[in-house]
C-alpha cells in the first residue's frame, strides 16, 4: 500500500456545492484554514442543476416584500414543521447572501431600473426569485468557485502561496469521519483517481454534501447524491431530523427514458405551462386543498388572466406547492389517466410563442431538444414526479449550523434539516445555501477559536483504513451495482411518494437484508478510478439512509408535505408537534419522537389565526407561542 | 426499440492503452453515456468515466466520439448510422489518467491566471445598478458549464504541449471577456495581460472552440475577437493611442 | 520528441485523428476557390487591359490614377505615372493592396487559411503537422492587428465602387437613365462589398463592441445589434462579395475585349 497522506487544517469542508464553498469562504476569510473536499471536479456540484432562482425578499419586484412575508411562505409551504429559528434566519438574511453574490461577480438578470430580477414561483407570495435565464445554480457555483480563486489569488500575493489558506481536494471521498475524546478530530477517506489514502486533521468538520437521491431509482440528482455527509454525520453520532420527508419534484422528464428523473423546471409552470391528462383535462383544479382555496384560481379562466394581471386575480393550481402538484399527478397516473409512459403532459407550446420560449426557458428547450430530441416550442412534454430533494438532515443549531451532539461537526445546505420542515419551496434551496453555509463557516470559526488543534489516533487511522481495503480482499461477494439497483427499486416501491405502514414496514425488513448482503460487497479491478469500488462506499451510505427514511415513515401517521400516507391521509396537527430524530448505535437506525421547539410570540403573531388553526391544535393557538 | 452497437472504448493509463471492442445493447433515446454506464455494468464494472448531471450541465462527461470532442450525455446514439461503429477516447488534449478519465487540472491552474473581478468599493450591499443590456454579454459567457472541450480541441495546445506554459485558451478568454465587458469591474489592464500573459495572440480564430461548445456560446465572436479588437484599441492603434493622450475615452485603457 | 496528442503523458493512440466525416471537404474547397481566385486576381492584375468598357470600369481597376489609365476611366484624375523602366505597371497592383489587404487580415479569411493553406488545424480535432506554432504573436502575423486599417481603406473602396456603379445608370453617351446589365453587375458587386465591410468584426467593435456601458450610448447600441446580426453572416458575405467583384471583373473584361456584348435594358 502506497503511504499515507497526511494535512492539517483548521476546517475540512465535505462536499463543494453552493453551502460547502460558501462556508469556506466564511472561514477563510475570517483566517482560517480550510480544505474543500469534494467527490467530482471543482464546480461540478448538483448545486448548477438549480433553475429557477434564489429566493429572496429584496422586493425590487414587487416593494410589498419583505423577511416576514418569506418567512410565512416558508413555513406554510413546510406545513408548519420548520425550525422557525431557520426559517426566520433564512428569510431575515437571503437578500444580503445574493447581495453578496452580486459583489463577487455574479450577473443576475435586472429589472428596468437596474436591480436584481425577482420572478414568481410556486408556494412565493411575490416575485421573489433571483435568477438567471434558467441557469441560477450554475451562477451560483461560479460565482462562489471564483470568489475561492479571488481569495486564493491574494494569497498566493501575499504569501506566495495560493493554497495556504484553502486547497480544493476534488475527487476525493471522504469515508468516515474521526472524533478523540467526543470532540471532531478530522476526517479520513481516498482519492477517486488512485485510491491513495488521506487523512485530515482538522478541530471542526462541516458537512455540506447535499442530497440523497441516488437512494430512489427515479431521480433528479446525479451520482454524487448518495446521502454521504447524512451517514458520515450518523456514524460520528450526530442525528438527523425528519428524514421521511423528501421532495418529489412533480415534474421530471418520464420519457425518453435514458433522460427519466431529469427535472422540469416549474419556471415552466411560472411561464404559463399547463398540465393536462391523456383526456386532455386541465386537472389541477380538481386538487387544490382547502388551505389555498383563497389564493388559487378555481377556474382555467381565471387562472389565464392572472398571467396578465396579478394583482385581481388568483394564481393557476399549476403554481401549488411541489408536494400538491406531485400527489396530484400521482393520482391521475394511478386513475389511469396519465400517458402511456406514466407520466402526464405539460405544455407550454399553446401559450407562448416559439421564439419567446426559447428567450425565457433556454436551458429546458436545449435539454428536451437535444438530450430527448423533443421541441417544447411545438408539443407537450412527458412529465412525472421525481424525487428531488430531502427536507430531513443533519439536526443543527440554527445559529451556528454546529451538530446537535457533536462539537465540532457542522452541517449546512440539503445536509441540514430542519429549515423546510416538511416541504421545500422552489427557490428556498439556493438561498439557504447561502445563508447556512455563512452560518456553518462562522460556527467553525467560533469553534475553532476556542478548540484550535485536534490529533487523531493511530488507532483511528488504522481502522479507518481497514475499512477502506476490506471489498477489495473479500473473494465473490456481492457486486454493489446490483444491491443498488435493488436498493432503488425497494425504495421506490415501498416508501416512495404514496406510502402505507404496511409497505413501508416490508422495506425496512428488505433494506435490512440488501445491508447485511452488502457487507458482502467485493470489488474487482484495483484502485485507479475504479467506480465499483466507489459505488461500495456510497452503497454503505445510501443504506443507511435509506433506513431512516422508511423507519421515520413508519411512525409519522398523516400525511404532510413530503411524506404521504395512503393509510392515513390528512394532516394531524397533533404530529406538527414532533420531529422524528435518527440515531446510529454502530448496528441500526433508531427512530425517537422529539417535540418541535415552539414559535415566539413575535413570529406567531405574523400569522393569521385563522391560517394557524389549520395547522396547530386548540391549545398551542391558545398559548399564541412562547415568551 | 432496441439495437446492438459496437463500441470502441480507449483503455488504458498514462503508461499504455489500446482501443477495445465491445458490443452492447441500446435503447432508443439513448445517449452515449447511458451505452457507457450499460458497459460498466455488465462488461467492464472498473471503466472509468467522469460524469455527473447526465443532462448537460455540468461538464463532467467530456470525451472524444468518432474523433470529436463531445459530451457524452448530448450525445444521441442515434446521431450514428446504424451498423457504423463508434470510437470513444479520452480528451488527447489533456493527460490520462485512466481510460476515459483525463487530468484537466491545467484549467484550474489557468483559472487562478486570471486576476478576479474587482468590484467598487463604495458600492453598499443591494446598491449596483446594472441594466439587462449591459450585462447580457457577460452573461452569455458566464453559461459556460466548464467541460472544456473547448480547450481540448484548441490546436494551439492540443498540437503543441509546449504551448500550455503561456496560453490560458478559450475558455478563460471568455472569462477575461466576462469581466473586461462587465458594466461594473474596476480593473482596468485585462486587455494588455490577455495579450502579454494569457497568449490571446497564439489564437489564429480557426473557430473549432466554437464548433465544439455545447451550450452554443460564440466564444470566437463574441469573446476571442471583440478582445483582439480591444487589444488593437490600446497596443496597436496609435489614432487611439493619441486620443487617449488627449482626452480620455470611455473603454480605453 | 513528440508533441501534441502524441505527447508522453497523453492517451497513447497513433492516429492523428478518428474523425470519421469527410473533415477534409471543407479545406479543400477553401483551398480550390481561393488557390482559383488567387491565380486570376494576380493573370487580371498583370494583364493591364481590358478593364474599361463605356460607362463600366472593372472593380479590380478602379480608382485609376495613372497617367498610363486608358481615356475615360479615370475619375480622380491622373495624378501618378506608374511606370518602371519606361514601361507602365499596371495600376491594379496598387489598387488591390488594399482589398486584398483587407481579405487577408479579415477574421473569417483568417479561419478559412490558415486552416486550407496551412493546415494549422487542418480540421478541428485533426492533429497539424507542425512542430511548432505561435500564432498571431510576432511578426509577420502580428500584422494581422493592421486589420482595421484595411478596413477604413475598404470603406473608402467602397464609396468609389459605388460611385462606379451609379456612373453605370448612363449609356455609352454618358446620357443619364440607363440600365443594362453591367449597371447590375456592378451594382450587386459593391453592395456585397458593403455587406462585407459592414458585418466585419471590426466594424462591429467600431461601431459599438468597444463600449463597456451600451446603455449610455443607444444609438450605437442599436447599430451594434443590427451590425451583430449581419456579422452573423459574414462568411457568407465574404464568399459572395469576393465571387461577385471577380465576376464584375470579368464582366467588364468581356465587355472591354468585345467578346460579350453589354445588353441594354432601356
Given at each position: 500500500?502506497t503511504s499515507?497522506?497526511?494535512y492539517?487544517y483548521d476546517?475540512?469542508?465535505?462536499g463543494?456545492?453552493?453551502a460547502?464553498?460558501?462556508?469556506?469562504?466564511?472561514?477563510r476569510?475570517?483566517?482560517?484554514s480550510?480544505?474543500?473536499?469534494c467527490?467530482?471536479?471543482f464546480?461540478?456540484?448538483?448545486?448548477?442543476?438549480?433553475?429557477?432562482?434564489a429566493?429572496?425578499?429584496?422586493?425590487n419586484?414587487n416593494?410589498?416584500d419583505n423577511?416576514?412575508?418569506?418567512?410565512?411562505?416558508?413555513m406554510?409551504?413546510?406545513?408548519?414543521?420548520?425550525?422557525y429559528?431557520?426559517a426566520?434566519?433564512?428569510?431575515k438574511?437571503?437578500?444580503?447572501r445574493?447581495w453578496?453574490?452580486?459583489?463577487w461577480?455574479?450577473?443576475?438578470?435586472?429589472?428596468?431600473e437596474?436591480?436584481?430580477?425577482?420572478r414568481?414561483f410556486?408556494?412565493?407570495?411575490y416575485?421573489?426569485?433571483a435568477?438567471v435565464?434558467?441557469?441560477?445554480g450554475?451562477?451560483?457555483?461560479?460565482?462562489?468557485?471564483?470568489r475561492?480563486?479571488?481569495l486564493?489569488?491574494i494569497?498566493?500575493?501575499?504569501?506566495g502561496?495560493?493554497?495556504?489558506?484553502?486547497?480544493?481536494?476534488?475527487?476525493?471521498?471522504?469515508?468516515?469521519?474521526?472524533?478523540?475524546n467526543?470532540?471532531?478530530?478530522?476526517?479520513?477517506?481516498?482519492?477517486?483517481e488512485n485510491?491513495?489514502?488521506?487523512l485530515?486533521?482538522?478541530?471542526?468538520?462541516?458537512?455540506?454534501?447535499?442530497?440523497v437521491?441516488?437512494?430512489?431509482k427515479?431521480?433528479?440528482?446525479?451520482w454524487?447524491?448518495?446521502?454521504?455527509?447524512?451517514?458520515?454525520a450518523?456514524?460520528?453520532?450526530a442525528?438527523?431530523?425528519?428524514?421521511?420527508?423528501l421532495?418529489?419534484?412533480?415534474?421530471?422528464?418520464?420519457?425518453p427514458?435514458?433522460?427519466?428523473?431529469i427535472?422540469?423546471?416549474?419556471?415552466?409552470?411560472?411561464?404559463?405551462?399547463?398540465?393536462t391528462?391523456?383526456?386532455?383535462?386541465r386537472?389541477?383544479?380538481?386538487?387544490?386543498p382547502?388551505v389555498f382555496?383563497s389564493i388559487?384560481?378555481d377556474?382555467?379562466?381565471?387562472a389565464?388572466?392572472?398571467?396578465?394581471d396579478?394583482d385581481?386575480?388568483?394564481?393557476?393550481?399549476?403554481l401549488?406547492?411541489?408536494?400538491e402538484?406531485?400527489?396530484?399527478?400521482?393520482?391521475?397516473v394511478?386513475?389511469?389517466?396519465?400517458?402511456?409512459h406514466?407520466?402526464?403532459?405539460?405544455?407550454?407550446?399553446?401559450?407562448?410563442?416559439?421564439?419567446?420560449?426559447?428567450k425565457?426557458l433556454?436551458?429546458?428547450?436545449?435539454?428536451f431538444f437535444e438530450?430527448a430530441g423533443?421541441?417544447?416550442t411545438k408539443?407537450a412534454?412527458?412529465?412525472?414526479?421525481?424525487?428531488h430533494?430531502v427536507m430531513?438532515?443533519?439536526?443543527?443549531?440554527?445559529?451556528?449550523?454546529?451538530?446537535?451532539?457533536?462539537?465540532?461537526?457542522f452541517?449546512?445546505?440539503e445536509v441540514?434539516?430542519?429549515?423546510?420542515?416538511?416541504?421545500?419551496?422552489?427557490?428556498?434551496?439556493?438561498?439557504d445555501l447561502?445563508?447556512?453555509?455563512?452560518r456553518?463557516?462562522?460556527?467553525?470559526?467560533?469553534?475553532?477559536?476556542?478548540?484550535p488543534t485536534?490529533t487523531?489516533?493511530e488507532?483511528?487511522?488504522?481502522d479507518?483504513?481497514a475499512?477502506?481495503?476490506?471489498?477489495?480482499?473479500?473473494?465473490?461477494?456481492?457486486?454493489?451495482?446490483?444491491?443498488?439497483?435493488?436498493?432503488?427499486?425497494?425504495?421506490h416501491?415501498l416508501?416512495?411518494i404514496?406510502?402505507?405502514?404496511?409497505?413501508?414496514?416490508?422495506?425496512?425488513e428488505?433494506?435490512?437484508a440488501?445491508?447485511a448482503?452488502?457487507?458482502?460487497?467485493?470489488?474487482?479491478?484495483?484502485?485507479?478510478?475504479?467506480?465499483?469500488?466507489?459505488?461500495?462506499?456510497?452503497?454503505?451510505?445510501?443504506?443507511?439512509v435509506?433506513e431512516?427514511?422508511?423507519?421515520?415513515?413508519l411512525?409519522?401517521?398523516?400525511?404532510?408535505g413530503?411524506?404521504t400516507?395512503?393509510?392515513f391521509?390528512?394532516?394531524?396537527?397533533?404530529?406538527?408537534?414532533v420531529n422524528h430524530?435518527s440515531?446510529f448505535?454502530?448496528n441500526?437506525?433508531?427512530?425517537?419522537?422529539?417535540?418541535?421547539?415552539?414559535?415566539?410570540?413575535?413570529?406567531f403573531d405574523?400569522f393569521?389565526?385563522h391560517?394557524?388553526e389549520?395547522?396547530?391544535?386548540?391549545?398551542?393557538i391558545?398559548?399564541?407561542g412562547?415568551? | 426499440?432496441?439495437?446492438?452497437?459496437?463500441?470502441?472504448?480507449?483503455r488504458?493509463?498514462?503508461t499504455?492503452?489500446?482501443?477495445?471492442?465491445?458490443?452492447v445493447?441500446?435503447n432508443?433515446?439513448?445517449v452515449?453515456?447511458?451505452?457507457?454506464h450499460?458497459?460498466q455494468?455488465?462488461?467492464m464494472?472498473?471503466?472509468a468515466?467522469?460524469?455527473?448531471?447526465?443532462?448537460g450541465?455540468?461538464?463532467?462527461?467530456?470525451m472524444?466520439i468518432?474523433?470529436k470532442?463531445?459530451?457524452?450525455?448530448?450525445?444521441q446514439?442515434?446521431?450514428?448510422?446504424e451498423?457504423?461503429?463508434?470510437?470513444?477516447?479520452?480528451?488527447?488534449a489533456?493527460?490520462?489518467?485512466?481510460?476515459l478519465?483525463?487530468?484537466v487540472?491545467f484549467?484550474?491552474?489557468k483559472?487562478?491566471?486570471?486576476?478576479?473581478?474587482?468590484?467598487?468599493k463604495?458600492?453598499?450591499?443591494?446598491?449596483?445598478?446594472?441594466?439587462?443590456?449591459?450585462v447580457e454579454r457577460s452573461q452569455?459567457?458566464r453559461?459556460?458549464?466548464?467541460c472544456?472541450?473547448?480547450?481540448?480541441v484548441?490546436?494551439?495546445?492540443r498540437?503543441?504541449e509546449?504551448?500550455?506554459?503561456s496560453?490560458?485558451?478559450?475558455?478563460?478568454f471568455?472569462?477575461?471577456?466576462?469581466l473586461?465587458?462587465?458594466p461594473l469591474?474596476?480593473?482596468?489592464?485585462?486587455?494588455?495581460?490577455?495579450?502579454?500573459e494569457?497568449g490571446?495572440?497564439?489564437?489564429n480564430?480557426?473557430k473549432?472552440?466554437?464548433?465544439?461548445c455545447p451550450?452554443?456560446?460564440?466564444?470566437t465572436?463574441?469573446?476571442?475577437?471583440?478582445?483582439?479588437e480591444?487589444?488593437v484599441?490600446v497596443?496597436?492603434?496609435?489614432?487611439r493611442w493619441?486620443?487617449t493622450?488627449?482626452?480620455?475615452?470611455?473603454g480605453?485603457? | 520528441?513528440a508533441?501534441g496528442?502524441f505527447?508522453?503523458?497523453?492517451?497513447?493512440i497513433?492516429?492523428?485523428?478518428l474523425r470519421?466525416d469527410?473533415?477534409?471537404v471543407?479545406?479543400?474547397?477553401?483551398?480550390?476557390?481561393?488557390?482559383?481566385?488567387?491565380?486570376y486576381?494576380?493573370?487580371?492584375?498583370?494583364e493591364?487591359?481590358?478593364?474599361?468598357?463605356?460607362?463600366?470600369?472593372?472593380?479590380f481597376?478602379?480608382?485609376?490614377?495613372?497617367t498610363e489609365?486608358?481615356p475615360?476611366s479615370?475619375?480622380m484624375?491622373?495624378?501618378f505615372?506608374?511606370?518602371?523602366?519606361?514601361?507602365?505597371?499596371?495600376?491594379?497592383l496598387?489598387?488591390?493592396i488594399?482589398p486584398?489587404?483587407?481579405?487577408m487580415?479579415?477574421?473569417y479569411y483568417?479561419k478559412?487559411?490558415?486552416?486550407?493553406?496551412?493546415f494549422?488545424?487542418?480540421?478541428?480535432?485533426?492533429a497539424e503537422?507542425h512542430?511548432?506554432?505561435?500564432?498571431e504573436t510576432?511578426?509577420?502575423?502580428?500584422?494581422?492587428?493592421?486589420?482595421?486599417?484595411?478596413?477604413?481603406?475598404?470603406?473608402?473602396?467602397?464609396?468609389i465602387?459605388?460611385?462606379?456603379?451609379?456612373?453605370?445608370?448612363?449609356?455609352?453617351?454618358?446620357?443619364?437613365?440607363?440600365?443594362?446589365?453591367?449597371?447590375?453587375?456592378?451594382?450587386?458587386?459593391?453592395f456585397?462589398?458593403?455587406?462585407?465591410?459592414?458585418?466585419?468584426?471590426?466594424?462591429?467593435?467600431?461601431?459599438g463592441?468597444?463600449?463597456?456601458?451600451?446603455?449610455?450610448?443607444p444609438?450605437?447600441?442599436?447599430?451594434w445589434?443590427?451590425?451583430?446580426?449581419?456579422?452573423?453572416s459574414?462568411?457568407q458575405f465574404?464568399?459572395?462579395?469576393l465571387?461577385?467583384?471577380a465576376?464584375?471583373?470579368?464582366?467588364?473584361r468581356?465587355?472591354?475585349?468585345?467578346?460579350?456584348t453589354?445588353?441594354y435594358?432601356?
Open positions: 500500500m499515507l497522506e497526511k492539517k476546517v475540512v469542508v465535505i463543494a456545492g453552493g460547502g464553498l460558501r462556508a469556506a469562504v466564511e472561514a476569510e475570517a483566517g482560517l480550510v480544505a474543500i473536499v467527490k467530482s471536479l464546480g461540478k456540484a448538483h448545486t448548477v442543476m438549480a433553475e429557477g432562482g429566493a429572496a425578499s429584496m422586493g419586484v416593494d410589498n423577511w416576514k412575508v418569506h418567512f410565512r411562505d416558508t406554510r409551504g413546510g406545513k408548519f414543521l420548520n425550525h429559528r431557520m426566520e434566519l433564512h428569510a438574511e437571503s437578500p444580503d445574493i453578496e453574490l452580486e459583489m461577480g455574479a450577473l443576475f438578470d435586472r429589472t428596468k437596474g436591480k436584481i430580477s425577482q414568481n410556486g408556494g412565493h407570495e416575485p421573489r426569485l435568477h435565464g434558467d441557469r441560477t450554475l451562477e451560483l457555483i461560479r460565482t462562489m468557485q471564483q475561492i480563486v479571488a486564493q489569488q494569497d498566493a500575493r501575499e504569501n502561496n495560493a493554497e495556504s489558506h484553502i486547497k480544493v481536494f476534488a475527487e476525493l471521498t471522504i469515508t468516515e469521519i474521526l472524533k478523540e467526543g470532540k471532531i478530530a478530522g476526517a479520513y477517506g481516498y482519492w477517486r485510491g491513495n489514502e488521506v485530515f486533521e482538522a478541530p471542526a468538520v462541516i458537512i455540506a454534501t447535499g442530497g437521491g441516488k437512494t430512489f427515479i431521480t433528479s440528482n446525479s454524487e447524491g448518495t446521502g454521504d455527509g447524512h451517514a458520515l450518523l456514524k460520528a453520532g442525528n438527523l431530523v425528519d428524514m421521511e420527508f421532495q418529489f419534484h412533480p415534474t421530471g422528464m418520464v420519457w427514458p435514458s433522460v427519466r428523473g427535472l422540469v423546471t416549474e419556471s415552466v409552470r411560472g411561464e404559463g405551462g399547463i398540465l391528462n391523456s383526456l386532455g383535462e386537472f389541477m383544479f380538481k386538487y387544490i382547502e382555496k388559487y384560481a377556474n382555467e379562466e381565471e389565464d388572466r392572472w398571467y396578465l396579478q385581481n386575480n388568483r394564481r393557476p393550481p399549476e401549488l406547492p411541489r408536494d402538484v406531485a400527489r396530484a399527478i400521482n393520482s391521475e394511478k386513475a389511469g389517466r396519465g400517458t402511456e406514466g407520466g402526464v403532459f405539460l405544455d407550454v407550446s399553446k401559450r407562448l410563442s416559439a421564439e419567446v420560449i426559447k425565457r433556454p436551458s429546458m428547450w436545449h435539454q438530450l423533443v421541441d417544447i408539443e412534454m412527458e412529465v412525472g414526479p421525481t424525487c430533494y430531513g438532515g443533519v439536526e443543527v443549531e440554527p445559529d451556528t449550523a454546529a451538530a446537535i451532539g457533536v462539537p465540532g461537526l452541517a449546512a445546505g441540514a434539516g430542519g429549515m423546510h420542515g416538511s416541504n421545500r419551496l422552489g427557490g428556498n434551496s439556493l438561498s447561502l445563508v447556512f453555509g455563512r456553518a463557516g462562522m460556527g467553525a470559526v467560533a469553534y475553532v477559536k476556542s478548540n485536534a487523531v489516533s488507532k483511528a487511522i488504522t479507518a483504513a475499512r477502506i481495503e476490506a471489498p477489495f480482499s473479500r473473494a465473490g461477494g456481492e457486486n454493489s451495482y446490483s444491491l443498488h439497483a435493488e436498493l432503488q427499486e425497494v425504495t416501491n416508501v416512495g404514496i406510502r402505507t405502514g404496511k409497505e413501508v414496514e416490508e422495506a425496512i428488505k433494506i435490512a440488501i445491508r448482503r452488502s457487507a458482502n460487497v467485493a470489488v474487482a479491478g484495483g484502485r485507479k478510478f475504479n467506480p465499483g469500488f466507489h459505488l461500495a462506499f456510497d452503497l454503505d451510505n445510501m443504506l443507511l435509506a431512516s427514511t422508511a423507519k421515520s415513515a411512525l409519522r401517521e398523516e400525511s404532510r413530503g411524506h400516507r395512503d393509510d391521509p390528512g394532516m394531524n396537527s397533533k404530529w406538527r408537534q430524530i440515531s448505535d454502530g441500526k437506525v433508531n427512530i425517537k419522537a422529539q417535540p418541535l421547539p415552539s414559535i415566539p410570540k413575535e413570529l405574523l393569521d389565526v391560517e394557524l389549520k395547522y396547530m391544535t386548540p391549545e398551542e391558545a398559548k399564541g412562547s415568551n | 426499440m432496441t439495437r446492438k452497437i459496437n463500441l470502441r472504448i480507449w488504458g493509463d498514462a499504455d492503452g489500446a482501443l477495445k471492442n465491445v458490443e445493447e441500446a432508443e433515446g439513448e452515449v453515456l447511458d451505452v457507457i450499460r458497459v455494468a455488465t462488461q464494472g472498473d471503466l468515466v467522469r460524469w455527473n448531471c447526465k443532462a450541465k455540468c461538464g463532467s462527461c467530456s472524444e468518432n474523433g470532442p463531445r459530451l457524452a450525455c448530448m450525445t446514439v442515434a446521431s450514428f448510422p451498423g457504423e461503429e463508434i470510437t470513444i477516447t479520452p480528451l488527447r489533456f493527460p490520462v489518467i485512466k481510460d478519465v483525463t487530468d487540472s484549467n484550474y491552474r483559472a487562478m491566471e486570471i486576476p478576479a473581478y474587482e468590484h467598487p463604495d458600492l453598499a450591499p443591494g446598491a449596483a445598478r446594472m441594466e439587462q443590456v449591459d452569455e459567457f453559461k459556460c458549464i466548464e472544456f472541450l473547448c480547450q481540448d484548441c490546436h494551439v495546445i498540437d503543441h509546449e504551448n500550455k506554459k496560453f490560458a485558451g478559450p475558455r478563460f471568455i472569462r477575461i471577456a466576462e473586461d465587458m462587465h469591474d474596476l480593473l482596468k489592464n485585462r486587455k494588455q495581460k490577455a495579450q502579454e494569457h490571446l495572440g497564439m489564437c480564430i480557426t473549432c472552440c466554437t464548433e465544439v451550450e452554443h456560446i460564440r466564444i465572436d463574441n469573446a476571442i475577437i471583440p478582445m483582439k480591444r487589444v484599441d497596443k496597436y492603434d496609435p489614432i493619441l486620443g493622450k488627449i482626452r480620455k475615452r470611455e480605453i485603457v | 520528441m508533441t496528442v505527447s508522453a503523458s497523453r492517451a497513447k497513433k492516429e492523428r485523428t470519421t469527410r473533415w477534409w471543407q479545406p479543400a474547397i477553401t483551398f480550390g476557390v481561393l488557390f482559383s481566385f488567387i491565380i486576381a494576380t493573370l487580371r492584375a498583370f493591364n487591359a481590358n478593364y474599361f468598357a463605356e460607362p463600366l470600369i472593372s472593380p481597376y478602379s480608382p485609376c490614377l495613372s489609365c486608358v475615360g479615370s475619375l484624375g491622373q495624378p505615372n506608374f511606370t518602371l523602366f519606361g514601361s507602365a505597371i499596371s495600376p491594379a496598387f489598387i488591390l488594399f486584398l489587404g483587407f481579405r487580415t479579415c477574421y483568417r478559412a487559411y490558415y486552416r486550407a493553406f496551412w494549422s488545424p487542418p480540421a478541428c480535432a485533426v503537422p512542430e511548432k506554432y505561435t500564432g510576432r511578426a509577420p502575423l502580428i500584422l494581422q492587428n493592421a486589420h482595421r486599417w484595411f478596413f477604413y481603406a475598404g470603406l473608402v473602396f467602397n464609396v465602387l459605388t460611385y462606379d456603379a451609379i456612373l453605370a445608370f448612363r449609356n455609352q453617351e454618358k446620357q443619364w437613365g440607363h440600365v443594362s446589365v453591367g449597371t447590375l453587375v456592378l451594382l450587386f458587386s459593391s456585397m462589398l458593403w455587406m462585407y465591410s459592414l458585418s466585419c468584426h471590426t466594424c462591429r467593435h467600431t461601431i463592441g468597444r463600449l463597456k456601458h451600451f446603455s449610455k450610448h444609438i450605437r447600441y442599436r447599430l445589434t443590427r451590425i451583430s446580426i449581419l456579422n452573423h459574414h462568411q465574404a464568399w459572395v462579395s465571387f461577385a467583384v465576376f464584375a471583373d470579368i464582366y467588364v468581356q465587355v472591354s475585349s468585345g467578346a460579350w453589354n445588353f435594358l432601356f
